[in-house]
Each structure stands twice: as C-alpha cells, then as structure tokens.
C-alpha cells in the first residue's frame, strides 16, 4: 500500500486521524483520544482510496506551528531551517517540531495557531483545494 506520508513523519509515536478528500477536519468521533500509527492498516486503507490525514499535535511531544501571516512566513523559515516545514495550498506554512509545552495558543491578529495537543493539521499530500496538495 502506498503511504503519503512523508518519512519524517513515519514514526511510531506520532498520531494521525482520517480526513475526507478536499476536507480539512477529522471525522470520527474522538480522533484525539485514538490517533492512528502511521502504519495503522485502517490509515493506510483510507490513503489508498484517496482520503487525507491529520497529524495530531502532542502525540510524541510534536507541536506544529501553523502560520497564515505572510509577513511572518520568511523569519519563521530561517527559524525552522532545521526541521520538517510544509507550505500549505494558500501559501501559509505548517511548522514541525517537538516541545514540552503543552498549551494550544492563537496567535494575535490572526497570524495563525500553536498548536500543541488535540487539534490537528491536514498532513503534507493530502489533497485538499480543487486537486492541490499540501
């Protein structure tokens, strides 16, 4: 079975929900409480037939930054040279990176999320916006 997602990500302790195609929320009831591994048969059968993916935040203590303020977007990339950063269909930026720190933030004047345990963003490439992938 084909695996979208990407291997810096294809680790055990990190969690993952079932997206539909060209949505961006999770669907099953609970998915913070049951996150899926990587390898889940269920997770990889719902790629298979064209479904997206979240990644959780918390789960293995990764946190991603998700970024909508453009102005932002060039000093954060030199922060996070150094790790996974994914840009999104609207050309904001998903940052992944592991922290303790634990709680969720929205960032002032709608310049995007911390996001650190039970929210999720769509994983990179996953279809979400009239065919374009993250």
């Known amino acids: 079975m084909e695996n979208k997602i990407p291997k810096q990500l ?14 961006k929320a999770a669907f099953e009831i609970e998915w913070q409480k ?5 390898n889940d048969k269920k997770l990889l059968n719902h ?9 959780v935040a918390g789960v293995g203590n990764l946190r991603i930054l998700d970024i909508d303020d453009k102005k932002l977007i060039k000093k954060f990339d030199e922060i996070f040279k150094d790790t996974l950063v994914v840009e999104t269909v609207s050309g904001n930026r998903h940052y992944y990176f592991f922290s303790d720190y634990d709680d969720n933030h929205v960032l002032a004047n709608d310049a995007g999320e911390y996001r650190a345990k039970n929210w999720m963003v769509v994983g990179p490439g996953c ?4 065919g374009k992938k993250i």
């Not at 294809?10 to 949505?23: A, I, P």
């Not at 049951?34 to 990587?38: A, Q, S, T």
């Not at 790629?47 to 990644?55: A, D, F």
């Open 127 to 130: 279809e979400v916006k009239n």
């Open 10 to 23: 294809q680790n055990e302790k990190f969690g993952f929900c079932l997206v539909l195609k060209e949505k």
């Open 34 to 38: 049951n996150p899926y591994k990587f």
């Open 47 to 55: 790629l298979k037939v064209g479904g997206n993916y979240g990644v």
